[in-house]
């Protein structure tokens, strides 16, 4: 299980940890654009987000001629850039497949929307939610996953039924067509490899924190060594 990141499928040319960056490109730079700024140096970049200014260059020179030396980066067209590279300047629909205390969370989620994720089809497999409504989303049954999906032509799903389901339901949702599965469940899945997985365990960044947490709580390694 390859948690919060890439797990199969082709996700474009870029490797994936120049990808990762472009996202905290993006989030850094549309940042300063919201804060009323115009440019931002290679410079900026680097010591914001903990990179070399090298770095920042080869990156960004992936997506194009965006910098001018004694200028640096104008926002604007890094943002738009950045986003197009990402896809994210066009509209995804979505679906999400189990609506427990999880699902409804990222179903009211705004951040979302305003990133161009929209949900538009929500299913369950529990009759007594089936009927029910969340943000206007009326919740189906997962027996109508394959058609609706199919009909609404999304091709993003987001995964959060119980590990055993997993499986099954990531198999129905490649039956419908869905190309990329954001995954919340402690489950590998086994897709084709034209369908990307990118799983979340919310448990290993939380044991990324616990372990800098007491890391730094020790004393350093030559202290102890010499005691």
């Known amino acids: 299980m390859v948690s919060g990141r890439y797990q199969r499928g082709g996700m474009g040319r870029l490797p994936h940890a120049v990808l990762e960056r472009f996202s905290l490109y993006l989030r850094e730079a549309e940042g300063r654009l919201a804060r009323g700024e115009s440019t931002v140096s290679s410079q900026e970049l680097a010591r914001a987000l903990g990179l070399t200014p090298a770095q920042v260059r080869k990156d960004l020179g992936a997506v194009g001629p965006l910098g001018a030396r004694g200028v640096g980066y ?57 009927g029910r409504r969340i943000e206007g989303l009326r919740i189906e049954g997962v027996d109508r996953l394959v058609e609706r999906i199919r009909a609404a032509g999304i091709r993003i799903a987001v995964l959060a039924v119980p590990p055993e389901q ?6 129905d949702l490649v039956r419908a067509g869905i190309k990329g599965i954001l995954n919340f469940t402690a489950t590998a899945l086994a897709v084709p490899d034209d369908v990307a997985v990118v799983s979340v365990d919310l448990g290993f960044f939380l044991e990324q924190l ?4 007491v890391s730094m709580a020790q004393p350093p390694r030559r202290e102890r060594d010499s005691a």
């Open 74 to 130: 104008r926002l604007q067209p890094l943002v738009a850039a950045l986003r197009h590279a990402l896809g994210t300047d066009r509209r995804w629909p979505m679906a999400l497949v189990g609506v427990g205390q999880l699902g409804r969370a990222l179903v009211r989620h705004r951040g979302f929307r305003e990133q161009g994720f929209c949900f538009e089809a929500i299913f369950d497999r529990d009759p007594r939610l089936v």
């Open 166 to 171: 997993a499986q099954p339901v990531a198999s």
């Open 210 to 213: 616990t372990h800098h947490i």
